[in-house]
């Protein structure tokens, strides 16, 4: 299921600069057609998209590392290890795998989540247990 496949951006406006914020969206199964198709769009994406000069920054998804942690969608507690295995499988052995063939040389820093909590988030296995922790990361609000 691709239906949810898309690239959404994000401007954020800082006085006169403005920066684009690129979040590389998905939603799930996770299975080898499936991330083949994932690795292919953003390969397709990243070319597209990296020579704009505003793109500072990649991002795989918005809140689904604090979903998982946090559990949003009440996962079976036996279920949660393979919902981070999956997680994993998407947004790091795939699309951070893809933009880094990709976008190298340009010296963006790839974050799999945002909120995230950068290096402590990549120590967690990339599923903090708080994504939102300030003493680490950024913080979402609404």
């Known amino acids: 299921m691709i239906s949810c496949l898309h690239v959404a951006c994000k401007i954020y406006i800082f006085e006169i600069l403005f920066i684009l914020y690129n979040c590389i969206l998905f939603s799930y199964p996770v299975d080898e057609p499936f991330l083949t ?3 292919n769009e953003v390969i397709y994406q990243v070319k597209r998209l990296q020579s704009h000069p505003s793109i500072v920054l990649w ?3 918005n809140e689904n590392e604090q979903a998982i942690a946090q559990n949003w969608y009440h996962i079976p507690e036996e279920a949660i290890p393979k919902a981070k295995d999956d997680y994993r499988k998407l947004y790091v052995s795939t699309v951070m795998k893809a933009l880094k063939e990709i976008d190298k040389g340009n010296n963006r820093p790839f974050v799999t989540s945002s909120p995230s909590n950068g290096l402590e988030t990549i120590s967690e296995n ?14 979402s609000k609404n």
Do not use: C, E, H, R
Not at 126 to 139: E, H, I, R, S
């Open 126 to 139: 990339y599923v903090a247990k708080n994504p939102q922790d300030t003493v680490y990361g950024n913080l």
């Open 59 to 61: 991002s795989g998804n």
């Open 37 to 39: 198709s994932i690795y």
